[in-house]
């Protein structure tokens, strides 16, 4: 079965500043999906960044990248000019390739200071 | 709007109680989801649903009953609920996986169950 793990419960950054969240995973499979959704207190998961993972370039999303080391089993997320908006629980995700299960981490709680 | 919508957003219901969850998306998506999210604890899969057909049902015990009659709806009968099934039940819904699943799930923002 495939597993997801977020390392860090809690995170606080100054605005402006650059914040790395964490995700590892745990799969035999060579073809899936990740993703990193966001949670805020409005609680609707949005859906911030996807990866495919025979695709060995990072993605991006405006101020959002990632780390994805397959190897690894790393998938990072990187937030550039953090700002208040950005305060909220953060989340990573996996999807096997044809399934529809997306099987999610722990969660990480980011807060972006003033 | 957020394309799939949960009612209500709030819920109390004693342990004796029926109730019903709702969620509604109008994106065109054939699959829909039911997630339940409690403290501390990862998201956890409740049930699947694809082209109105039931093809997951992750052990969940049968106080919960899902209905799907049409794509675009789907409901959670709630009956004889425990305390500790108070949490955040989250709808989502997807592209079938056959044409797109990989895209990720476009979510509701839950109905936050409290059971007295």
């Known amino acids: 079965a495939q597993t997801v793990t977020q390392s860090q419960p809690e995170m606080s950054v100054q605005e402006a500043e650059t914040v790395t969240l964490s995700c590892t995973y745990d799969?035999?499979?060579?073809?899936?999906?990740l993703f990193w959704y966001k949670q805020p207190p409005s609680r609707q998961m949005i859906l911030v960044i996807r990866q495919e993972a025979y695709k060995q370039q990072n993605a991006t999303e405006n101020r959002f990248s990632v780390n994805f080391q397959k190897a690894a089993k790393s998938f990072s997320l990187k937030i550039s000019d953090s700002q208040l908006g950005d305060t909220a629980m953060y989340f990573c995700?996996?999807?096997?390739?044809?399934?529809?299960?997306?099987?999610f981490g722990q969660g990480t709680r980011l807060t972006i200071n003033p | 709007e957020t394309g799939v919508t949960q009612t209500p957003r709030h819920l109390v219901m004693g342990m004796t109680n029926k109730k019903s969850l709702k969620c509604e998306q109008h994106l065109g998506h054939n699959a829909m989801y039911w997630y339940k999210q409690s403290a501390k604890k990862p998201l956890e899969l409740m049930f699947v649903y694809n082209f109105k057909e039931q093809t997951e049902n992750n052990s969940v015990p049968s106080r919960f009953s899902p209905e799907c009659p049409n794509s675009s709806h789907l409901f959670l009968h709630l009956h004889t609920l425990q305390p500790e099934d108070s949490a955040l039940y989250l709808c989502?819904?997807?592209?079938?996986?056959?044409?797109?699943?990989?895209?990720?799930?476009?979510f509701g923002s839950g109905t936050r169950l409290t059971v007295v």
């Open positions: 995700a996996f999807m096997n390739r044809g399934a529809q299960k997306l099987v």
């Open positions: 989502a819904s997807s592209q079938d996986f056959n044409s797109g699943a990989g895209y990720g799930y476009t």
């Open positions: 799969t035999s499979e060579s073809n899936y999906y």
